[in-house]
């Protein structure tokens, strides 16, 4: 196909006429595609059923019964492998329950109710109408967002770039403004672009200066050993932190979600053994310990950490088509056009990040809708849902059949073309 | 044996001398056992081992892969079981993660954070010198107290009287004090001293003026189906505040960590809807959801509300000859003696509480301590750890085994009577 940019007027208005035909013909199909969020398909779970046969014994190896109360930090058994997979002091490891991001909510809740390393709770700040802010490098993971707006934090975008957020404007950023408290980082194969962070963006982070002396980064390693097409290497952020003299800097936090059972896998916050003790301290009010059997599951599932490589390996193997027929489906359709849109090229991770023709991608996510795929909202990249190009949109394979994904991908592209010749010909949406 | 009261001084310095040569004994055994916490034996845990088996199928009845993503209310399923067998519609119910304790924080800490009802924040109360009360019925459960200090929150004790917490006062400070914005609740079997609240109180509960809008019961049903000696009813609480126009009042706890699995078993939080709505708003910024697979264990192991009943009886049976054996040492050691102790007699729970002569709680749980027996420590069981008589000390009988239990409660019947002496004599501690 001919790049759409080059088409006259008139023949912009043949195509969208014929276009729309097709269009109104998928829609009578009364599909159900969905492509809105990064959930592992049914043979990705069928991976780790075995999993629910653990744990085979719940003696831990230092003697405790790990059916009973106690052990806050989680086991040792659990610290130690995932310190393993991550290259991260068996002790300055904390399990959690299920869910890292339940993690971050209370590692930031944590913050504002006590403050850190005896400073003002940022919750005093806030009442005091000096509210906090938080970097948020864009388009990113829409569940940090949401929590920094439950809690009133403040969100700055920064750009996302080929090698992780624009370090220029960050630093310049937090040695100005002391409000500026933290920046939220995935930092391989991030959601959506996936974007890997450079060892150069790692050290920056770690040693740059900031006006707060209680800056913190969130560090949400997702999808740490989520390589799909390519094994990426990841600088080890804490040791980077505490090299350049900022060892309480960094909150790491990972998971099995998308590794065994999204709400029924381990979580886990690592950090310096300062936050740590800290950390514990305000867990200790909150709970006695989070699920020992699951940890010792995942434990005796796994045994060691190159076995959670190769069963990274399998669920690779699963999802690589997925994300193959996504990428040949927009060079296909849309290769041709380059202004119309241009995507992301992940080496790992969940998503396809596309960017549509600007300010059409609202419309090409209605238009998506009303003809059976559902995606991600156009806009839930961007702090307070709001994307100030409208052309982000995210693409989530991981879920539907191969089938499902080809269909779903005809009709998206379809829907790219349709809101770029309705918003270059000046066609208002039927 | 006599009354030690009726004692002269020179028999009571007599007694003093042979019962320290028995301790001096007692100490060369090099005993450790252990009374301080309410933890379930290994034969209770048996009980529920067969739950490790479970899930069996892991498809709900509405067609959801528990294994994935979603429903942070959680199951249905699940929701209908716990909300039969405590009469609480399922839709009221919300499931948390493996402990009830971690709700409690997390509700107290969404009040400060957010406030409720649109209201401000408790932390910007706390931020503006005006820190937020709690009334704690005292002794009660150390957690409870914990989590009030973690956050700043003003305890104010109140005496738990036979049949709930003395509503007299109660009602008159909650009338006066709009600081005044919570109650700690053990409605059954409370910790440690077995009180079971009368429909009277519960209905003061519900209907009592507060000078505070956002005033909120926090209701730990924690012993709700733990009955041993007697089952005993209670009143419904959130149908209570309900009709008395206070639906939104009363937060309701329940978990089964001493029903299965303390720390790998399931937790509820139940309100009115409104606050079921306004709490599910928070929790989808800190979740996407619990552990649905343990959900599912848990309905699949019992089936029915009946069936947890009948698991409960079990326990029981147990728990039984524990209580037993701790309640007659205490009548055969200590009956006789009025005025040096006192103890409660639960019908039901996982405590006995014991009042020693005022003044000498500490002395004997460090005497008992020196011979190997550790108990809980004196003055937890109030705010702060200050109890004011330094009388009351906790003992949690379901942990040791009976053969352990009766050594151990022979060394603390001996304590108690060595502290008295020592305190009636002006004996300074050896």
Chains 1, 2 share one sequence.
């Not at 350049?244 to 065994?260: E, H, L, V, W």
């Not at 699963?318 to 041709?336: E, H, N, T, W, Y």
Request: aromatic share 8%; proline share 6%; charged share 20%.
């Amino acid at each position: 196909m001919a790049s759409l940019t080059t088409l006259s007027k008139e023949d912009l208005e043949d195509l969208h006429s014929s276009l729309w035909n097709i269009y109104k013909q998928e829609q009578t199909k009364d599909l159900h595609l969905n492509m809105s969020r990064g959930k592992p398909s049914a043979e990705q779970l069928d991976l780790s059923v075995e999993l629910l046969q653990f744990p085979k014994s719940y003696t831990l190896a230092d003697g405790t019964d790990a059916r009973n109360y106690g052990v806050l930090q989680g086991i040792g058994e659990c610290r130690r492998l995932f310190g393993d997979l991550l290259d991260i002091p068996a002790g300055q490891i904390i399990m959690g329950g299920n869910a890292s991001l339940n993690l971050m909510f209370d590692t930031l809740a944590f913050l504002f109710l006590f403050g850190t390393e005896r400073k003002k709770p940022w919750a005093d700040e806030r009442a005091q109408g000096r509210p906090v802010k938080f970097l948020c490098p864009v388009p990113g993971y829409d569940r940090h967002f949401t929590i920094c707006e439950e809690l009133g934090v403040e969100m700055i975008p920064v750009p996302l770039l080929s090698d992780g957020p624009d370090m220029d404007l960050v630093t310049r950023l937090v040695k100005e403004d002391e409000q500026i408290k933290g920046i939220w980082c995935v930092p391989l194969h991030s959601n959506p672009q996936g974007v890997c962070y450079s060892d150069k963006t790692v050290d920056t982070l770690a040693s740059m200066t900031t006006a707060a002396d209680d800056f913190r980064i969130f560090w949400d390693n997702a999808y740490g050993v989520h390589h799909i097409y390519e094994e990426v290497p990841l600088k080890n952020i804490l040791k980077a932190c505490e090299k350049a003299g900022y060892p309480n800097r960094c909150y790491y936090f990972f998971s099995t979600s998308k590794i065994t059972f999204p709400g029924a896998g381990v979580s886990l916050i690592a950090s310096s053994p300062d936050n740590v003790k800290e950390l514990l301290g305000h867990m200790s009010a909150q709970t006695i310990s989070h699920d020992k059997l699951n940890q010792l599951r995942h434990v005796q599932f796994f045994g060691t950490s190159e076995n959670i490589h190769n069963h990274m390996t399998k669920l690779a193997a699963l999802l690589k088509p997925k994300f193959d027929i996504v990428l040949q489906k927009l060079q296909d359709g849309l290769g041709a056009s380059p202004p119309v849109a241009s995507w992301s090229h992940p080496k790992g991770g969940y998503f396809v990040s596309l960017n549509v023709f600007p300010g059409c991608a609202k419309r090409t996510v209605a238009l998506a809708k009303e003809a059976g795929v559902t995606l991600t909202g156009a806009g839930a990249s961007y702090p307070y849902g709001k994307d100030p190009k409208d052309s982000n949109i995210r693409i989530a394979p991981s879920y539907p059949s191969v089938g499902e994904l080809s269909q779903a991908m005809d009709i998206l592209i379809l829907c790219v073309k349709l809101a770029y010749i309705e918003n270059k010909l000046g066609i208002q949406p039927k």
